[in-house]
């Protein structure tokens, strides 16, 4: 595979992004890989990397990057509550809605129809975790001739009262979603995942939305205390199922 990181350009600055697709066959079917709140690390290079093996061209962006380069990851204790590199991360986190993501998304479309190993004008994938849950709807709802799936896994306040909340253009999505949610979240309540299941079959829009038993948020990945490989690989199974029915 080729690796590199590269700057992307958007109205706001330069994007720091990984980069990673196949060395082969291409062009590659664009998939858009958004970050949870902890920020990037080498284990969603990771998950980047396997996506790329079956053959996709993979962005994965740093979504911090208006807070300036040294704002990307906030280290192993950015999950303890009260740690001071939980409450930096939170300090960035709290600034972000999701208008200048999807501006971002924009900028990642336009950078990726220039490069020639990706499918230009192609249909496009967009997924994200945790705090990018809602980005990775939002954008299918935004860019609907374009972002042909997106997904959303253990995504917090996917139903709220931001601008572009992912619940409120479910109606103007023309690609297929899938919504994946943990039985244990303090983050994504059941009440929160039944509102969204609801306005998600008023809508009409093609997908699912599935919530996993007996596991909690963040249950995909492989270095977090709660990682479940069983529903891990389900997670897998039902993304690159996803991607090749939308972008293939």
């Given at each position: 595979m080729i690796e590199e990181i590269l700057d992307i350009q958007t109205a706001d600055g330069a994007m720091e992004s990984f980069i990673v697709r196949p060395e082969r066959n291409g062009p590659h079917s664009v998939v858009l890989f958004m970050m949870d709140a902890p920020g990037i690390r080498e284990e969603l290079h990771e998950?980047?990397?396997?996506?790329?093996?079956?053959?996709?061209?993979?962005?994965?962006?740093?979504?911090?990057?208006?807070?300036?380069?040294?704002?990307?990851?906030?280290?192993?204790?950015?999950?303890?509550?009260?740690?001071?590199?939980?409450?930096r991360m939170r300090s960035v986190r709290t600034?972000?809605?999701?208008?200048?993501?999807?501006?971002?998304?924009?900028?990642?479309?336009?950078?990726?129809?220039?490069?020639?190993?990706?499918?230009?004008?192609?249909?496009?994938?967009?997924?994200?975790?945790?705090?990018?849950?809602?980005y990775a709807i939002a954008a299918a709802a935004r860019y609907p001739d374009r972002i042909a799936a997106a997904a959303?896994?253990?995504?917090?306040?996917?139903?709220?009262?931001?601008?572009?909340?992912?619940?409120?253009?479910?109606?103007?999505?023309?690609?297929?979603?899938?919504?994946?949610?943990?039985?244990?979240?303090?983050?994504?309540?059941?009440?929160?995942?039944?509102?969204m299941g609801r306005l998600f079959e008023e809508s009409g829009a093609a997908g699912e939305l599935e919530v996993h038993p007996d596991v909690h948020h963040g249950f995909a990945f492989p270095e977090r205390w709660c990682y479940d490989k069983p529903a891990a690989e389900r997670h897998w199974e039902r993304l690159i199922a996803l991607y090749r029915r939308c972008l293939d």
């Open positions: 998950m980047a990397r396997r996506l790329a093996a079956v053959g996709f061209f993979v962005i994965q962006p740093n979504l911090y990057y208006r807070a300036g380069r040294d704002f990307k990851n906030f280290g192993p204790h950015v999950l303890e509550e009260g740690h001071p590199a939980q409450v600034k972000m809605t999701i208008p200048p993501v999807m501006a971002d998304v924009g900028a990642m479309i336009d950078w990726a129809d220039a490069h020639p190993d990706a499918r230009a004008g192609g249909p496009i994938g967009a997924h994200g975790y945790c705090m990018s849950g809602p959303s896994f253990y995504a917090t306040r996917i139903v709220s009262d931001a601008e572009e909340s992912p619940h409120l253009n479910l109606g103007n999505v023309k690609g297929e979603l899938y919504m994946s949610f943990a039985e244990h979240d303090d983050l994504a309540p059941p009440e929160m995942v039944g509102e």
